[in-house]
Structures are given as structure tokens and as C-alpha cells.
């Protein structure tokens, strides 16, 4: 199993490009959900999905919108990139959203972003 | 003020230390409590969970909770090299996914 897979590892955009970080897990999970993590800043949760169709905001979603026509893939898009979303971004899945410690949080190896 | 305040460090100790990691918190709702460990260039991997106050132990770890002082500790015994990472408290106040982050707590652990 690979697990949670993001694609690309690094991107330089310019202000005002578009561009999909992609994510993709193997493990049937059924919760997906993206991440910002800025230093000092922990991570913040930018959208988060309970499954095929469904999708919701999460704290920071301004600027970003998700999809999830499938359990495996749940792309982050970004409409027009800005500076203030440079950030490395983590997408993490598990089984179930309804239980933290059953199903804990599996967390992809990053997207790092850059907008000048 | 952030919800959940984590010292940045870095923490630099010698192997076989005991090392203590904390964070506070304000939110008095929370009752679930995470501990990550984040190696340098990868994603978070959860390492202890504990619920509502008390102290839960895995090996040389041990996880505490005081919801009273609304703090949270993380202790490594024998502390090694292969320790040195980020470690992020995490919290919620049900038991799902939707979790609010520390800002990580960087370890050295010098051979």
C-alpha cells in the first residue's frame, strides 16, 4: 500500500496562476481532508470531505476549492494563487471522521509551495 | 491568542535524557488529545492519544493530560537520536477528525 500519495512534492507559482495539488489514498478511506502548515502556525484545516460528494470548509478555506467525485482522490485547487499561500500542504485521510483514536489521521508527505 | 500554544524550541538535550514537551490550551471543550511526531520533509504520524485528564504511557513515552491547568505534556525516557523530530499537540472536543494543532515543538537529540 503507498498510502496517502501527494503530487507534485514542489511548486513555484506566480501571483495569480491556478494549479491542483493532488492527493490520492489506497486505504478505503472514507474521510480526506487538506492542511496548511505555516510556521509557528501549526497546521489549520483548509476543507475536509466524509466521502464521495460531500465536502465542507474547514478553518482557513479562502481561496481554495476541493472536489471528491471518488473515495480515492481529493484535489485541492487553487483559483489564483497569492503569497500569503505559500505554505506546505498536507493532505491526511483515515476510515472513519467519527473516531479520532480508532482511526487515526494518515498524513501524505507534502506539497511545497511557493507564490512570488 | 491561538487555541493551542506550543514553546517552537528548539529543544537540544543529550541522548538518554528525559525530555518533557507541553502545550496549553483555551478551550475548555477539548477532551481528546494528540500527540504527533513529524520528521523533517515528511507528514505527521499520530504517536499517543489520551482522553480527558490522566496520564496514558507506551513504552518510553508518556502521555499526561491536567484539564484543570488546561495543559498537556509529553514525556520521553531515554531519549535518542532517532527521537529528534517536530512533535505537534493536537486536540478536539469530540472524538472525530476535525483537530486543532499546536505549532510543534522541535527536538534534537545529540548522540
Known amino acids: 500500500n503507498a498510502g496517502v500519495t501527494q503530487t507534485p512534492k514542489f511548486q513555484v507559482l506566480k501571483t495569480g496562476q491556478s494549479m491542483t495539488l493532488q492527493c490520492a489514498q489506497d486505504?478505503?478511506?472514507?474521510?480526506m481532508s487538506w492542511y496548511r502548515q505555516d510556521p509557528g502556525m501549526g497546521l489549520r484545516l483548509i476543507h475536509y470531505s466524509v466521502g464521495a460528494g460531500i465536502t465542507d470548509q474547514g478553518e482557513v478555506p479562502n481561496g481554495y476549492n476541493v472536489s471528491r467525485s471518488t473515495t480515492e482522490d481529493f484535489p485541492l485547487r487553487l483559483l489564483s494563487a497569492a503569497p500569503s499561500q505559500t505554505s506546505v500542504y498536507f493532505c491526511?485521510?483515515?476510515?472513519?471522521?467519527?473516531?479520532?483514536?480508532?482511526?487515526?489521521?494518515?498524513f501524505g508527505n507534502g506539497t511545497r509551495l511557493t507564490v512570488t | 491568542q491561538k487555541e493551542v500554544e506550543q514553546d517552537p524550541g528548539p529543544l537540544s538535550v543529550p541522548e538518554g535524557a528525559i525530555v518533557s514537551l507541553n502545550c496549553t490550551y483555551s478551550n475548555s471543550a477539548f477532551q481528546y488529545f494528540m500527540w504527533y511526531r513529524q520528521y523533517s520533509r515528511k507528514g505527521p504520524e499520530l504517536l499517543m492519544y489520551t482522553y480527558s485528564s490522566g496520564n496514558k504511557e507506551d513504552g518510553r513515552f508518556t502521555a499526561q493530560v491536567d484539564k484543570s491547568s488546561k495543559y498537556i505534556s509529553l514525556f520521553i525516557r531515554d531519549s535518542q537520536p532517532s527521537d529528534s523530530a517536530t512533535y505537534l499537540c493536537a486536540m478536539n472536543n469530540n472524538a472525530g477528525n476535525m483537530l486543532t494543532f499546536g505549532g510543534g515543538t522541535r527536538l534534537m537529540v545529540k548522540p
Open positions: 486505504m478505503n478511506h472514507e474521510y
Open positions: 491526511a485521510s483515515s476510515y472513519s471522521a467519527r473516531s479520532s483514536y480508532n482511526s487515526p489521521l494518515h
